[in-house]
């Protein structure tokens, strides 16, 4: 079983798969490589919105939303991630959210 190294195009995160996973998702999604996270978006994307008719647009949509950013959004996920695993383990106290915070006032 021979394992390639694949960038995805939306957000050029890259994962070692197989070259039949590979072709699978170049399948699904107009002949581009996504990773999971943005294969989850585009997918849920199309099915939501009626304006897209095709998996194109929706990927096309999805690879302009990736480059209106200027960190990757899958680093974005990931820092997050470690953010909640630190505080988790008690490193980092988590943040209080204001906007949902009672009020003081009564």
């Known amino acids: 079983m021979e394992i390639k190294s694949v960038a ?5 995160l890259t994962e070692d798969c197989t070259q039949k996973y590979i072709s699978k ?5 107009a002949g581009k490589w996504l990773c999971g996270l943005c294969s989850e ?3 849920d994307e199309f ?6 008719t ?23 996920v990931a ?11 008690g490193e980092l106290l988590p943040a209080k959210s ?8 009564t």
């Open 47 to 52: 099915s939501r919105d009626g304006k897209m």
């Open 25 to 29: 998702i170049k399948a699904n999604f």
């Open 98 to 105: 204001k906007k949902f915070g009672r009020s003081n006032t």
């Open 54 to 76: 095709t998996v194109e647009e929706a990927v096309n949509a999805h690879v302009l939303f990736c480059s209106k950013f200027k960190a990757n959004p899958a680093e974005l």
């Open 8 to 12: 995805c195009e939306c957000c050029g």
């Open 41 to 43: 978006a585009v997918s």
């Open 79 to 89: 820092d997050g991630m470690r953010q909640m695993l630190r505080r988790r383990s």
